[in-house]
T-cell receptor, first 117, second 112 residues
Framework: GAVVSQHPSRVICKSGTSVKIECRSL??????MFWYRQFPKKSLMLMAT?????????EQGVEKDKFLINHASLTLSTLTVTSAHPEDSSFYIC?????????????FGNGTRLTVT | SQQGEEDPQALSIQEGENATMNCSYK?????LQWYRQNSGRGLVHLIL?????REKHSGRLRVTLDTSKKSSSLLITASRAADTASYFC????????????FGQGTRLTINP
């Protein structure tokens, strides 16, 4: 079964509103989670690294005030798209690291399809 | 920044044939991983190969890694219609902790 749960799977919102996406690790405590964005038929672009108990590390070109990340517990990280605009429409995917395993693959959520109208 | 290049971008073959996808990268790595993605879904981990390994098998999957050429290949043998998906290689950079950098992906279509 899934070890990382992402919610919601789909969301449609109006321009100017904010949307929160949740990423939960189910079977382990994840000190680090990653947020990716994927455009249609494109690869995954790393947006930020979410660290439990500290500020997220954003990749170059990603607006931290636009994409707010909170990792308040060892099993939950949230991504909030603030004041969403149609160009924010995309597929957002989170992944989590199991710190108990070295050189291990990431576990991915099933993604969230965001459509901003 | 994205560092992986995959080749081909799209591949269409008949069921039963073998499918080979290639990946090149730019920096030193801890490991390289291959993932599969069905349309509109999350990623499923297929196989991980460490930088000191040259070849790895898992069922119908065979992965090779050539660190001198900074390249990897994924071979799917005896393909099935259910193998239709996008396949991505992802590298874990040497200085990147658990970060993954994804390639552009190969869209594989298996025709029944």
């Amino acid at each position: 079964g899934a070890v990382v749960s992402q919610h919601p799977s789909r969301v449609i919102c109006k321009s100017g509103t904010s949307v929160k996406i949740e990423c939960r690790s189910l079977d382990f405590q994840a000190t680090t989670m990653f947020w990716y964005r994927q455009f249609p038929k494109k690869s995954l672009m790393l947006m930020a690294t979410s660290n439990e108990g500290s500020k997220a590390t954003y990749e170059q070109g990603v607006e931290k005030d636009k994409f707010l990340i909170n990792h308040a517990s060892l099993t939950l990280s949230t991504l909030t798209v603030t004041s969403a605009h149609p160009e924010d429409s995309s597929f957002y995917i989170c992944s989590a690291v199991n710190p108990g395993l070295n050189n291990s693959p990431l576990h991915f959520g099933n993604g969230t399809r965001l459509t901003v109208t | 920044s994205q560092q992986g290049e995959e080749d081909p971008q799209a591949l269409s073959i008949q069921e039963g044939e073998n499918a080979t996808m290639n990946c090149s990268y730019k920096t030193s790595i801890n490991n390289l991983q291959w993932y599969r993605q069905n349309s509109g879904r999350g990623l499923v981990h297929l196989i991980l190969i460490r930088s000191n390994e040259r070849e790895k098998h898992s069922g119908r999957l065979r992965v090779t890694l050539d660190t001198s050429k900074k390249s990897s290949s994924l071979l799917i043998t005896a393909s099935r219609a259910a193998d239709t998906a996008s396949y991505f290689c992802a590298t874990n950079p040497l200085q990147g902790a658990q970060k993954l950098v994804f390639g552009q992906g190969t869209r594989l279509t298996i025709n029944p």
